[in-house]
Nanobody, 115 residues
Framework: VQLVESGGGLVQPGGSLRLSCVASGLTFSSYAMSWYRQAPGNERELVAHISSTGSSRNYVDSVKGRFTISRDNAKNTVYLQMNSLKLEDTAVYYC?????????WGQGTQVTVSS
């Protein structure tokens, strides 16, 4: 299984970014997908989760109303649209899939919110 994230960068507060994660090595449409983030000195936290069909989505309270997780099963890709970004959203963002007892992670993409 390989997960490759992209789309991070430097953005001003209030700005937007869209992260992408392309998955390979698995039947993508069969698996729920998640986005996590980790800021310096903090534990990795779950940001958003989407079911295999996209019919169910969940978010950590701090991003509700600002972030949207979506997926395109034809492209083996999961997205995280991030709007109204805040300084505290600065972190490395990771794509994640759980398959049985195994946890797979991408390499991460840095999101920096700064004025």
């Amino acid at each position: 299984v390989q997960l490759v994230e992209s789309g991070g960068g430097l953005v001003q507060p209030g700005g937007s970014l869209r992260l992408s994660c392309v998955a390979s090595g698995l039947t993508f449409s069969s698996y729920a997908m998640s986005w996590y983030r980790q800021a310096p000195g903090n534990e990795r936290e779950l940001v958003a989760h989407i079911s295999s069909t996209g019919s169910s989505r969940n978010y950590v309270d701090s991003v509700k109303g600002r972030f949207t997780i979506s997926r395109d099963n034809a492209k083996n890709t999961v997205y995280l649209q991030m709007n109204s970004l805040k300084l505290e959203d600065t972190a490395v963002y990771y794509c994640n899939v759980k398959r049985g007892f195994l946890n797979y992670w991408g390499q991460g993409t840095q999101v920096t919110v700064s004025s």
